[in-house]
């Protein structure tokens, strides 16, 4: 028999006794390996047996002789591949723990070297770069020769591929793997033009990871935990699966603590002016701002150096504090549908001083058939005029702490990232590189940024600079959000039109602030309490009303912005009411818009009734579809009698539009009544002249009429405003025309 034949016997016959008598197997081939050394079938036969049985130390030893011994075999290195395999999953179960404790019994040198075979074997980019991590994390030595080359073949790799997003799988590695190996590693040398380079990749990806959209993340996977993007463990709780790594690889804990680590570590590389210690935010700023002063005293070596200090350590700031305002104000951007039930906060300008009043002592009627002399004279007491002269000073932002819990930090942020942006662009070298940096990240395209920057640019007051923005950002969301969403939910998506409305407010165009309030109004669907009651929020007056232009974070929802669009119309519509030249039109429309938040206008409705008597007549024929306040309806029956000076009042529409079931006595039951509300079809421009006089037929239907209209005074006043807008959206932009 030859000696393959013989070889091939003993294999066979020790295969046979295994099942049976294990012990005699192994005698079988320790014989066979003493007679025939150099045979490969042999030892894989005995590593075998030892690899089944899970002895880790006989079976390690078997596989560093075949690995040194019969390096060319297929089969050796089908073994390394599972061991390889099992070093880089992230499975614990018996088997694979079992594979990574046979590759810990090899030498250090050999599995080192067998790392580096086991790269070489290997023609997939990505699985490549995952084996010879392997390598650089065990051998911080080999980091010197391989890590530089590994990080520009993922860079190579990205480009190659034409990554859409820099939030890939090579990008990935690059960043959070093999670039800590490399800056952290004082024996690689890097010029200071390569750490830039990479820094500037390192903080496009962990910006682009931490805002990354919920539209984007569900491409990945479907269902999302909810959880506070600020905090990164909760962050990492999610289940986002970047595409060519395991869900683990894909999860990146404290993105922004990293960051700012590799900013460190840069900046000690490249002899930046660095403190010891950490450092706040505010600090970092400041100690920027003073590296500015003296920057142009440098020479142009130095020069470079600290701008691009400055450039970096601020434009991380900026980002940093930028992304954690708008993930307050707008939390569901990033945390999708589950998110917590946050409503979404917007800036706008503070409209609530709009009534030019104090305080109001509401126990006490002042409409009842008062001596008109004495409320005119209060009247004429009270200014409700505009200050437009807030704007030079500094603005203040307010915020109800209901809406927004950590206020103080948000608005912290919102103050650092603005003075971040402001140095950015104070220098025209500042400028220029990080305009070059936005560029190549097209931050164009980052909804989240231009949020934020909509709303600095509010703050600065460049108003018109700001409806640039928001048209920019009105097309962001719809290339966001595709599908045209109807009813409340689309308040959210509404952000740019309130703002535009406040922006045109702040400019005096009142006419497109109108424009753009009634355009929202027609979006919003009025809240329903139980029982069927929308549900209104009782007015909060404060003592003092603060003279300027504040701004406040307004929440996003039907319930607060309704209000704040009837302060907007009031503002606009006083303007006009109250001018030298006569106007019933805007006359009326802000008596019917003075009935939100009563009696905190009451000095203004003073106003415009000292105004009627003085003109000694007027028209304004959607009175009673709109006017349920009782004590104006009062005020204005006082205003027809004797005592009340006999005005000319034309309340009622040409057109029969109230239908008389009867013609019952005064005191009777509410629902006896039952006005008949339909829009007006008068035009603003329409003049009236009075020809019927006060006949007793005219007398007869302003009573019953005034007598409908105290019956309709338990109707939802919000409900009526509501209507009041929609109905009358034409008539409302013509006055202002």
Same mark, same amino acid.
């Given at each position: 028999?030859?000696?393959?034949?013989?070889?091939?016997?003993?294999?066979?016959?020790? $295969?046979?006794?295994?099942?049976?008598?294990?012990?005699?197997?192994?005698?079988?081939?320790?014989?066979?390996?003493?007679?025939?050394?150099?045979?490969?079938?042999?030892?894989?036969?005995?590593?075998?047996?030892?690899?089944?049985?899970?002895?880790?130390?006989?079976?390690?030893?078997?596989?560093?002789?075949?690995?040194?011994?019969?390096?060319?075999?297929?089969?050796?290195?089908? *073994?390394?591949?599972?061991?390889?395999?099992?070093?880089?999953?992230?499975? /614990?179960?018996?088997?694979?723990?079992?594979? &990574?404790?046979?590759?810990?019994? !090899?030498?250090?040198?050999?599995?080192?070297?067998?790392?580096?075979?086991?790269?070489?074997?290997?023609?997939?980019?990505?699985?490549?770069? *995952?084996?010879?991590?392997?390598?650089?994390?065990?051998?911080?030595?080999?980091?010197? /020769?391989?890590?530089?080359?590994?990080?520009?073949?993922?860079?190579?790799?990205?480009?190659?591929?034409?990554?859409?997003?820099?939030?890939?799988?090579?990008?990935?590695?690059?960043?959070?793997?093999?670039?800590?190996?490399?800056?952290? =590693?004082?024996?690689?040398?890097?010029?200071?033009?390569?750490?830039?380079?990479?820094?500037?990749?390192?903080?496009?990806?962990?910006?682009?990871?931490?805002? &990354?959209?919920?539209?984007?993340?569900?491409?990945?996977?479907?269902?999302?935990?909810?959880?506070?993007?600020?905090?990164?463990?909760? $962050?990492?709780?999610?289940?986002?699966?970047?595409?060519?790594?395991?869900?683990?690889?894909?999860?990146?804990?404290?993105?922004?603590?990293?960051?700012?680590?590799?900013?460190?570590?840069?900046?000690?590389?490249?002899?930046?002016?660095?403190?010891?210690?950490?450092?706040?935010?505010?600090?970092?700023?400041?100690?920027?701002?003073?590296?500015?002063?003296?920057?142009? =005293?440098?020479?142009?070596?130095?020069? +470079?150096?600290?701008?691009?200090? %400055?450039?970096?350590?601020?434009?991380? %700031?900026?980002?940093?504090?930028?992304?954690? @305002?708008?993930?307050?104000?707008?939390?569901?951007?990033?945390?999708?549908?589950?998110?917590?039930?946050?409503?979404?906060?917007?800036?706008?300008?503070? %409209?609530? =001083?709009?009534?030019?009043?104090?305080?109001?002592?509401?126990?006490?009627?002042?409409?009842?058939?008062?001596?008109?002399?004495?409320?005119?004279?209060?009247?004429?007491?009270?200014?409700?005029?505009?200050?437009?002269?807030?704007?030079? $000073?500094?603005?203040?932002?307010?915020?109800?702490? +209901?809406?927004?819990?950590?206020?103080?930090?948000?608005?912290?942020?919102?103050?650092?990232? &603005?003075?971040?942006?402001?140095?950015?662009?104070?220098?025209?070298?500042?400028?220029?590189?990080?305009?070059?940096?936005?560029?190549?990240?097209?931050?164009?395209?980052?909804?989240?940024?231009?949020?934020?920057?909509?709303?600095?640019?509010?703050?600065?007051?460049?108003?018109?600079?700001?409806?640039?923005?928001?048209?920019?950002? +009105?097309?962001?969301?719809?290339?966001?959000?595709?599908?045209?969403?109807?009813? /409340?939910?689309?308040?959210?998506?509404?952000?740019?039109?309130?703002?535009?409305?406040?922006?045109?407010?702040?400019?005096?165009?009142?006419?497109?602030?109108?424009?753009? %309030? !009634?355009?929202?109004?027609?979006?919003?669907?009025?809240?329903?309490?139980?029982?069927?009651?929308?549900?209104?929020?009782?007015?909060?007056?404060?003592?003092?009303?603060?003279?300027?232009?504040?701004?406040?974070?307004?929440?996003?929802?039907?319930?607060?912005?309704?209000?704040?669009?009837?302060?907007?119309?009031?503002?606009?519509?006083?303007? &006009?009411?109250?001018?030298?030249?006569?106007?019933?039109?805007?006359?009326?429309?802000?008596?019917?818009?003075?009935?939100?938040?009563?009696?905190?206008?009451?000095?203004?409705?003073?106003?415009?009734?000292?105004?009627?008597?003085?003109?000694?007549?007027?028209?304004?024929?959607?009175?009673? =579809?709109?006017?349920?306040?009782?004590?104006?309806?009062?005020?204005?029956? @006082?205003?027809?009698?004797? *005592?009340?000076?006999?005005?000319?009042?034309?309340?009622?529409?040409?057109?029969?539009?109230?239908?008389?079931?009867?013609?019952?006595?005064?005191?009777?039951? /509410?629902?006896?009544?039952?006005?008949?509300?339909?829009?007006?079809?008068?035009?603003?421009?329409?003049?009236?002249?009075?020809?019927?006089?006060?006949?007793?037929?005219?007398?007869?239907?302003?009573?019953?009429?005034?007598?409908?209209?105290?019956? $309709?005074?338990?109707?939802?006043?919000?409900?009526?405003?509501?209507?009041?807008?929609?109905?009358?959206?034409?008539?409302?932009?013509?006055?202002?025309?």
């Amino acid at each position: 028999m030859s000696a393959q034949g013989d070889c091939e016997f003993l294999v066979k016959r020790a $295969r046979e006794l295994v099942p049976g008598d294990l012990w005699a197997a192994k005698a079988w081939l320790i014989t066979a390996r003493s007679l025939y050394p150099a045979d490969f079938n042999i030892q894989y036969e005995m590593y075998t047996i030892e690899r089944n049985a899970e002895r880790t130390a006989s079976a390690g030893r078997l596989l560093y002789d075949m690995f040194v011994n019969f390096p060319d075999q297929p089969a050796v290195w089908r *073994e390394i591949s599972v061991i390889t395999s099992a070093l880089r999953n992230d499975s /614990q179960d018996k088997q694979t723990q079992f594979l &990574r404790g046979l590759f810990e019994t !090899l030498p250090g040198r050999v599995q080192c070297e067998m790392l580096l075979k086991a790269t070489e074997q290997c023609f997939n980019t990505l699985e490549r770069a *995952e084996m010879l991590l392997l390598l650089l994390r065990r051998f911080p030595e080999t980091v010197v /020769q391989h890590g530089v080359g590994l990080g520009e073949t993922l860079l190579d790799a990205e480009s190659i591929e034409d990554q859409e997003s820099p939030v890939n799988c090579f990008r990935k590695l690059f960043v959070c793997d093999v670039l800590p190996l490399i800056i952290n =590693n004082p024996d690689v040398r890097l010029p200071a033009s390569l750490l830039y380079k990479y820094l500037n990749k390192a903080a496009e990806f962990y910006i682009n990871y931490v805002t &990354r959209s919920t539209q984007t993340e569900s491409q990945y996977q479907g269902s999302q935990d909810s959880s506070d993007i600020m905090s990164p463990s909760k $962050r990492s709780s999610q289940k986002y699966v970047i595409d060519g790594l395991t869900e683990k690889s894909s999860q990146i804990t404290d993105p922004w603590e990293r960051l700012f680590k590799i900013l460190s570590v840069v900046g000690m590389r490249c002899e930046w002016q660095m403190d010891k210690g950490r450092r706040s935010f505010g600090d970092i700023l400041h100690r920027m701002k003073d590296l500015c002063r003296y920057i142009s =005293n440098f020479d142009s070596d130095a020069h +470079a150096k600290y701008k691009n200090q %400055v450039v970096y350590s601020t434009m991380l %700031v900026f980002f940093k504090n930028a992304f954690q @305002y708008v993930s307050n104000i707008q939390p569901s951007l990033f945390q999708g549908p589950n998110a917590p039930n946050q409503a979404p906060l917007v800036l706008l300008e503070d %409209v609530t =001083n709009i009534y030019g009043d104090t305080d109001i002592d509401r126990n006490k009627h002042i409409h009842k058939k008062r001596k008109l002399a004495e409320g005119r004279e209060k009247t004429m007491q009270s200014s409700d005029d505009e200050d437009p002269s807030g704007k030079a $000073r500094s603005r203040h932002i307010t915020v109800n702490k +209901a809406d927004l819990a950590n206020s103080i930090e948000v608005l912290e942020s919102f103050k650092l990232a &603005r003075e971040s942006w402001e140095l950015l662009y104070s220098l025209e070298s500042l400028d220029k590189e990080f305009t070059r940096i936005c560029l190549s990240w097209k931050t164009d395209t980052w909804l989240w940024l231009r949020i934020f920057l909509t709303d600095m640019i509010i703050y600065q007051g460049q108003y018109k600079k700001a409806i640039s923005s928001l048209h920019h950002l +009105a097309a962001l969301q719809g290339s966001h959000s595709p599908q045209q969403i109807t009813g /409340q939910g689309s308040l959210e998506s509404q952000r740019a039109l309130i703002q535009l409305a406040t922006c045109h407010f702040a400019l005096g165009e009142y006419r497109q602030t109108c424009e753009k %309030v !009634l355009d929202l109004v027609c979006c919003i669907s009025l809240p329903i309490q139980e029982g069927g009651k929308v549900q209104e929020e009782q007015p909060k007056v404060k003592s003092k009303f603060r003279k300027g232009s504040d701004l406040k974070l307004w929440p996003c929802t039907s319930r607060a912005i309704m209000p704040y669009c009837l302060h907007l119309l009031l503002a606009c519509f006083k303007l &006009r009411a109250f001018t030298d030249s006569r106007d019933d039109m805007a006359l009326g429309h802000v008596v019917v818009l003075l009935q939100h938040e009563w009696p905190r206008g009451e000095n203004l409705f003073l106003k415009a009734i000292n105004k009627i008597c003085q003109q000694g007549n007027f028209q304004y024929e959607n009175f009673f =579809n709109y006017v349920t306040n009782i004590d104006m309806l009062e005020e204005f029956a @006082y205003l027809r009698t004797q *005592e009340g000076g006999k005005i000319h009042l034309e309340l009622l529409p040409n057109q029969a539009m109230l239908i008389k079931t009867s013609s019952p006595p005064m005191g009777l039951l /509410q629902q006896e009544f039952i006005p008949v509300l339909q829009p007006s079809i008068q035009t603003a421009d329409r003049h009236h002249t009075v020809t019927r006089g006060i006949t007793k037929g005219v007398k007869e239907d302003f009573r019953l009429a005034m007598e409908r209209q105290v019956s $309709r005074c338990g109707e939802n006043l919000m409900v009526v405003l509501h209507r009041f807008c929609i109905n009358e959206k034409i008539l409302l932009l013509q006055t202002l025309a």
